[in-house]
């Protein structure tokens, strides 16, 4: 089998084929920065996390652009409250977001643009929109003139006929009811400050929806290949990108559509006032690791709510312990071999790991696949059937399945404020080794000692943790 995705666009399971073969791009929606994100919108982050560690697994070359929003009506209200730019504002959410993420294991996208940088290609944009009449500009601020794109409504199934279609929007975000012209660019006024750009269109700053379609055209190009975002964002916003984008390119913006059902907590939906509402630190603080965050917000599928439950977290450490406790077994096993018994059940468990993720990232019986490979290591290595080469490739294979999941090299609690100079001791040690230097590799060994750290080699790969 081959990878099928659930494409929004056609509301089908379709087959997967990339724009230029071996490559794929995708682009995904990312923080708007005017606070910290939640663990919602990590879920979301999350499932282009596992999807772009499937495509690399799989053998594609993966570009991943997400972008920034640090300019929306949120950001402008936030920065002009504290009375500082927006620049200092959003600097810091840029900030709390990378961190959050690196805690819980998102790889590093290859680009994260911000709207803030990318004015000129927006103005330009809207003015090639107005020439193609599917702009005009009103009172300085230039709107999409939607019943110009006949196809309007098609990504959200909107029934263009029943919906009563009011003159114009201006805010960023509405509802369906709310089906209007929409802002591409918006005048400036009293309430946005100190923050405009001048422009060939006058004085003022973009909508939010045009920043997506400017800056996932600039480094993606015409038609690529998958787009993601949460649920929340097929109406306005993603159908808006559509509008914009086509109608200046005459070609479909992106060829799948995937998005990821919300995150609720404790059954509900994620409120303030409700107690409910958490980010990566606050779980952080109330004793979560970043693998056990990562679990529990990877859980079920993506294109189902999934429940995120604060009193879980003991069978999340369980189901993380089985994983951890196998990988353990194998390096201790000490067995007389059985290699044929280990490639049958390698090629067995890899084959529903990868039919599982084949099936629209069915993550769900992916891991049921892991567990089930889990529980055959550890009977080899009961059996005694684990020697040397043996375990090399057991753990080779843990290692594959876990450059999807990303759970075994999520050791630290968070990022340790030693980290660079333990890597460094580390790096020492094993050159000093490599060179049978074994006075220089037990002095680094000593030095990490002395900072309580404990090492572990592992297929290759030294791991460390405190002690
Ligand atoms: P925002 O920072 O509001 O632009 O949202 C960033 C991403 O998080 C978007 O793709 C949203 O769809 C997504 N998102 C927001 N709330 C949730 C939630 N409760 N569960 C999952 N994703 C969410
Ligand atoms: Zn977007």
Not at 50 to 64: C, E, F, P, Q, T
Not at 365 to 376: C, G, P, Q, T, Y
Request: glycine share 8%; charged share 30%; with cysteine.
């Amino acid at each position: 089998m081959a990878l099928k995705l659930y494409n929004t666009l056609t509301r089908k399971v379709e087959p997967f084929a990339p724009r230029d073969p071996g490559k794929v791009t995708m682009y995904t929606c990312g923080p708007t920065v005017y606070a910290r994100a939640h663990i919602g919108n990590f879920r979301t982050f999350l499932v282009s996390d596992l999807l772009r560690r499937y495509l690399a697994y799989s053998g594609y070359d993966v570009n991943w652009v997400m972008n920034l929003t640090d300019i929306d009506d949120k950001t402008i209200k936030g920065a002009n409250a504290e009375g500082i730019s927006l620049r200092e504002f959003t600097d810091r959410f840029i900030k709390s977001f990378h961190d959050d993420r690196k805690t819980i294991g998102i790889l590093d996208a290859n680009l994260y643009p911000r709207a803030t940088e990318h004015i000129p290609e927006m103005v330009k944009m809207v003015e090639d929109l107005i020439e193609a009449k599917h702009a005009y500009v009103t009172d300085g601020s230039a709107y999409f003139k939607i019943d110009s794109f006949p196809t309007y409504g098609q990504l959200a199934r909107l029934n263009m006929e029943e919906l009563r279609v009011g003159e114009r929007v201006a805010s960023d975000e509405y509802e369906k009811e709310d089906v209007r012209d929409f802002a591409l660019w918006k005048n400036w006024e009293e309430v946005d400050g100190p923050v405009g750009w001048e422009t060939s269109l006058g004085k003022g700053r973009p909508g939010w929806h045009l920043e997506c379609s400017a800056m996932s055209l600039k480094y993606l190009g015409k038609g690529f290949d998958i787009h993601l975002g949460g649920v929340d964002l097929i109406f306005p916003h993603h159908q808006n990108e559509i509008a914009q984008t086509e109608g200046v390119t005459h070609e479909p913006l992106a060829r799948y559509w995937v998005h990821s059902e919300h995150l609720l907590v404790d059954g509900q939906k994620m409120s303030k006032s409700l107690g409910n509402f958490y980010t990566v630190t606050d779980l952080i603080e109330k004793g979560w690791k970043p693998r056990e965050i990562r679990y529990g917000l990877l859980s079920g599928h993506y294109r189902q709510r999934t429940n995120f439950q604060a009193s879980g977290l003991d069978s999340i450490k369980q189901a993380l312990a089985r994983f951890e406790a196998c990988a353990v077994n194998l390096e201790h096993s000490a067995g007389q071999g059985g290699m044929s018994e280990l490639k049958d059940t390698i090629a067995q468990r890899e084959q529903e790991f990868r039919d599982a993720f084949d099936d629209d990232l069915n993550y769900p019986e992916a891991l049921a696949a892991i567990f089930n490979f889990v529980r055959d290591a550890n009977t080899l290595c009961q059996d005694k059937k684990i020697g040397k080469p043996e375990q090399e490739l057991a753990m080779e294979t843990m290692r594959r399945f876990d450059s999807v999941l990303g759970y075994l090299d999520l050791q630290q609690e968070t990022a340790d404020p030693e980290s660079a100079e333990i890597e460094s001791l580390i790096e020492a040690r094993n050159e000093a080794r490599k060179s049978k230097n074994w006075s220089e590799a037990d002095r680094a060994r000593d030095a990490l000692t002395e900072r309580g750290i404990i090492i572990e080699d592992r297929a290759g790969k030294t791991v460390w943790r405190r002690k």
